[in-house]
């Protein structure tokens, strides 16, 4: 079947792509520069994660970003994005818990942010924050297997739902959200056989991080995939450049310049 061209990623050409077995691609940015020249590769999705707590403020999880945050990182990859489906992250401590708080917050993001649509982690226990964003025609996409908004409840990063009883509570997870209109399920860090049970259970696309390759898409942190940080090194992490040492020969060498009077030279002057 010959693959459709989309001008424009939208939630249905996610659908459709996975009915017509083509892969979706998803990377996370946070700013306008790096989202302008993902957006132009190509990408199909850019996630606004909260990882912007990690790898831009520098926090050991995703717990402290607020939702200020969020909007200003998401605001700035919108103003950048022409083709991609912009996803932002509903940060820890948003919808959790109060469906009415949930609600506003979406409606913050959408408004504020002009993103396309929002990512809220777990299954039962948010299905009603979930129905109320959804009623008010915010889409939603799922996050299931390591979620980690609650690492102190797992205590670990450690690959999720090995055992059959978390495996087959991820599996009704999925289904619920999927019945609940969800358009997209994240499956983090989650043994590759139950990724492909998921995606085989469900209609909607399920775009997998460290959950092997039998999903309809992949999704990436975009500095650890340009190989900026050297400190997080799972296995399933691909590293397509080593931006690390390539930065760091410049910034030496931009030194080296400044201390040795070699820049500027004549032609970088008025
Ligand atoms: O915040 C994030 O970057 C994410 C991805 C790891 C899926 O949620």
Redesign the pocket.
Known sequence: MEKKHYKKITTKALFDMKQQGEKIS?L?AYDYTMARILDAAGIDVI?V?????NVMAGHET?LPITLDQMIYHASSVVRAVERALVVV?MPFGTYQGNSKKALESAIRIMKESGGHAV?M?GGAEIAESVERILSAGIPVMG?LGLT?QSIYKFGTYTVRAKEEKEAKKLLEDAKLLEELGVFSI?L?KIPAQLAKQVTESVRIPV?G?GAGPNVDGQ???MHDMLGMTKDFSPRFLRRYADLHSIMTQAFKQYIRDVKTLDFPNESEQY
């Open positions: 998803m996370t996630l994660g909260d990882s912007a707590s995703t992250d990512k982690e996050h980690p994240v983090e775009i991080i999704v990436l942190v």
